[in-house]
T-cell receptor
Framework: AQSVTQLDSHVSVSEGTPVLLRCNYS??????LFWYVQHPNKGLQLLLK??????LVKGINGFEAEFKKSETSFHLTKPSAHMSDAAEYFC???????????FGAGTRLFVKA | GAVVSQHPSWVICKSGTSVKIECRSL??????MFWYRQFPKKSLMLMAT?????????EQGVEKDKFLINHASLTLSTLTVTSAHPEDSSFYIC???????????FGPGTRLLVL
């Protein structure tokens, strides 16, 4: 069965420190992987995506993620957190073929001044 | 590019009335659009997948007669909540996808409150 697990329901960091949001997936097929960010009462904004090209993907706002097939992971990182990064982050997997999309439960990122 | 809009951004209605929400892809043609519902502090729940010119495919447990979806053009899909009840109050989000692409672009969401 296909699934997406975001390992932390919430993460708290201080401004200026690194951010790590973890995502593991389970899929029998070659997936496409996405990270989206959602600010309160807003829609989802695409941060970055992996679609079988380079395994290290750079996105907007300084975020990047690395696809590790051996670990079935797609963790999101940022070297230095900013207050404006405080939001909900979703890891999303889309399967090849039927394009079925699976959402993670989300990780709330808190950034302390 | 790849901007998706929703209208209205929020709506308050009386119980028993119907509400229509529009989802538009502004700068691309969307062969497929998706409608999601999001409860507070929860992830998105897919309600239905809409392909232009054909009937929507509803997820298990979603009443198709309650949530009417129309995808009449490559840039517009509508969700109509019929005979709304307070339990239909929620945040509804649409997304759109280009043909052959796996990337979904999301609208800003519509907050529905049924009194």
């Amino acid at each position: 069965a296909q699934s997406v697990t975001q390992l932390d329901s919430h993460v708290s960091v201080s401004e200026g420190t690194p951010v790590l949001l973890r995502c593991n997936y389970s899929s029998s097929y070659s997936p496409s992987l996405f990270w989206y960010v959602q600010h309160p009462n807003k829609g989802l904004q695409l941060l970055l995506k992996y679609t079988s090209a380079a395994t290290l993907v750079k996105g907007i706002n300084g975020f990047e993620a690395e696809f590790k097939k051996s670990e079935t992971s797609f963790h999101l990182t940022k070297p230095s957190a900013h207050m404006s990064d405080a939001a909900e982050y979703f890891c999303v997997v889309t399967l090849t073929g039927g394009f079925k999309t699976i959402f993670g439960a989300g990780t709330r990122l808190f950034v302390k001044a | 590019g790849a901007v998706v809009s929703q209208h209205p951004s929020w709506v308050i209605c009386k119980s028993g009335t119907s509400v229509k929400i529009e989802c538009r892809s502004l700068d691309f043609q969307a062969t497929t659009m998706f409608w999601y519902r999001q409860f507070p502090k929860k992830s998105l729940m897919l309600m239905a997948t809409s392909n232009e010119g054909s009937k929507a495919t509803y997820e298990q447990g979603v009443e198709k007669d309650k949530f009417l979806i129309n995808h009449a053009s490559l840039t517009l899909s509508t969700l109509t909540v019929t005979s709304a009840h307070p339990e239909d109050s929620s945040f509804y989000i649409c997304s759109a996808r280009k043909e052959g692409s796996k990337t979904q672009y999301f609208g800003p969401g519509t907050r529905l409150l049924v009194l």
